[in-house]
């Protein structure tokens, strides 16, 4: 079955649109057939932390007050939840570093419940310095590869009460172009790579240099 969008998207800071907001189906939760759905999150003007987390959901909220396990893809992590919520009444369950695995393992960066359903998220962001250089075939490959390398990784060993039924991977795409080559590169895949992951791919639009620079 397809699922209706949620009644009334959450309101939040920026706006989310695009025909894949709202359209995560059951079979994505559960089933093995690899999909990409596209979403557009526009900003009028850069997310200041912490002046700014009353915009945010409980969850987004969580997550900025929570640190993550290194890097600088904190803010990211926080809109890609902010967008599964939103768009699809998605529940925050646990960050990064709240997640307990069995060993010594690549990290998932969330865990959500929807449905019914608990879901790992890998979240990265597609883009070349400086931002607005053309992103290339092979760096949207490389870092599909990548991801979607280390999604069963931590599938094999995160702990029994953290397992997920499946993983997502949130990629934030910079412009349209880059989020055009990131789904061509996606195309190409094979299907042993691609596995049964959900990819929801986000063009930000508008002001946001603040998700890649940080």
Known sequence: MIDAAPDAQV????????????????????????????????FMRAFVDPADRGALTTGGVHLAATPNAGGSSGLSEIFAYEELE???????????????????????????????H??????????TYPLGTPYTLTAATALLTKKLGDIPLSTASVSAADRWDKQ??????????????FAQAWQMLSPTLQGDTLVILTTTNGADAWIYTN
Not at 25 to 42: E, K, Q, W
Not at 89 to 101: H, N
Not at 118 to 127: E, H, Y
């Open 118 to 127: 608990k879901i790992g998220v890998s979240v990265t962001r597609a883009f």
């Open 11 to 42: 309101s939040g800071f920026g706006t989310l649109s695009g025909v894949g907001c709202g359209m995560i189906l059951d079979a994505d939760l559960t089933g093995t057939t690899p999909r990409l759905i596209r979403v557009d999150f526009d």
């Open 86 to 116: 939103r768009c699809d009444g998605a529940t925050f369950l646990k960050s990064e570093t709240e997640i307990v695995y069995d060993t010594v393992s690549k990290k998932t960066d969330l865990e959500i419940a929807l449905r019914g």
């Open 168 to 181: 997502f991977l949130a990629v934030q795409a910079a412009d349209a172009q880059s989020a055009d080559t």
